[in-house]
């Protein structure tokens, strides 16, 4: 990956992805040319611009497929690229995302045709009263911990931890935006967004780009790469009718999905989430990494404010939950996010995460969502 970086300090999508594809070939000891399929992620660009980022790294005449699927679109191109190799169809396939994000709040950029948020607003307002003037992103999410904390009686102290936590562990990422220290007293000062959100409790725009290369085992010994970390299981899951009939915010913002693709992952591999140790998720907000705890099964039903308090979710603690700084200050360019995820796992069970490293790594995993819906969970594994 390339390190992230706000909209006005960041290269255009062209270069940064570029640079992100030569970073995973150096890093795995290829050529261009033996890359036999690639997919390209990215939410908001013009048709093709995956071969815009492609042909400057060479023009091979290979398959490159263009995939968006929201704030999930790089693990989305990671489960494509994935599933080629194994059902035998390529054996070196390139995953890649890249954003360049424009300042300011996600918003839509159709307003002349129906928008695919139509029915998540219309779910949205049934489970609990919307204030329109806030965008929609920080509405859901905000709304999703503001339920929560009712059935639980969640602190607004708990939420902020989270933020305190995050800027801990990116500081020692040199990939991510956001590195300097808050305390909990300034990440409840800062300007109120949203239910239980205050501004630094809230993802950046970021603009960034990521790669990752998938090969078959047989390939990887036949052209002695590195075949120390494998994917051993893999999910992806949309949305269910719970989503919309059940009046919870929590699952209008993909608390079902999650919970059903990690379910899924953990029973594939044979893994019980008590044998985690590192877990990168997807904390675009506070409100959701709290929730994500549970949907991934790191803290039972309730008690994700615990789990906090304990510091269970970092070092020293039961699992250390994104320890790249996560979207909250590592960034999050949407098409990048799940690349970069996986860049930081890879690493972790590399051991090459320097001051990042989380002892004794052997299983890693994955979060990524986009509204909408897709989650995506990923559980990588070391290979002796």
């Known amino acids: 990956m390339v390190p992230f970086a706000t909209p006005s ?5 062209d270069l940064m992805g570029e640079r992100a594809v030569l970073a995973a070939l150096a890093d795995a000891g290829l050529e261009y040319p033996q890359i036999q399929q690639a997919f390209a992620g990215y939410v908001y660009g013009d048709s093709t611009c995956g071969q815009a980022v492609l042909y400057r790294v ?3 005449g290979i398959p490159v497929v263009n995939v968006n699927n929201n704030c999930s679109t790089g693990s989305s191109a990671l489960w494509l690229a994935r ?13 890649l995302g890249f954003e360049q994000m424009q300042r300011g709040a996600l918003k839509a950029h159709w307003d002349d045709r129906p928008s695919p948020f139509d029915t998540f607003d219309s779910a949205a307002a049934k489970a609990r009263a919307q204030d329109a003037e806030v965008p929609f ?7 999703a911990g503001a339920a929560y904390a009712d059935r639980h009686g969640t602190a607004p102290e708990t939420f902020a931890r989270i933020s305190v936590k995050s800027r801990k562990h ?4 040199p990939y991510a935006v956001f590195r300097d220290p808050v305390t909990v ?20 725009p970021t603009c960034g780009a990521a790669a990752a290369i998938v090969t078959s085992a047989d390939f990887a010994a036949k052209h002695d790469l590195d075949g ?21 915010l929590t699952k209008v913002v993909g608390y079902d999905m999650s919970k059903a693709a990690a379910d899924q992952v953990y029973e594939a591999a044979g893994v019980d989430p008590r044998d985690l140790r590192v877990v990168e998720l997807h904390d675009c907000f506070t409100t959701n990494e709290l929730l994500t705890y549970e949907a991934l099964g790191l803290a039972p039903e309730g008690g994700a404010e615990q789990f906090i308090v304990d510091g269970d979710n970092t070092y020293g603690g039961r699992v250390v939950t994104n320890p790249s700084g996560g979207l909250l200050s590592k960034g999050h360019p949407l098409g990048a996010t799940g690349l970069a995820q996986c860049a930081e796992l890879v690493w972790q069970l590399r051991g090459q995460a320097e001051q990042r490293q989380v002892e004794d790594v052997t299983l890693a995993l994955q979060h990524n969502i986009g509204l909408g819906g897709a989650a995506v969970v990923t559980l990588y594994q070391k290979v002796d």
């Open 9 to 13: 300090k960041a290269q255009p999508y």
């Open 137 to 143: 992103a920080p509405r859901y999410f905000g709304g």
């Open 83 to 95: 599933q080629v190799v194994e059902s035998g169809a390529a054996d070196c396939v390139l995953a």
């Open 185 to 204: 007293e300034e990440v409840l000062a800062s300007p109120h967004i949203y239910g239980p959100l205050t501004r630094l409790q809230c993802c950046p």
């Open 228 to 248: 120390s970390v494998a994917i051993a299981a893999q999910a992806m899951t949309t949305d269910y009718p719970s989503t919309f009939t059940d009046q919870d």
């Open 170 to 173: 990116a500081a020692n990422n």
């Open 58 to 60: 060479g023009m091979t």
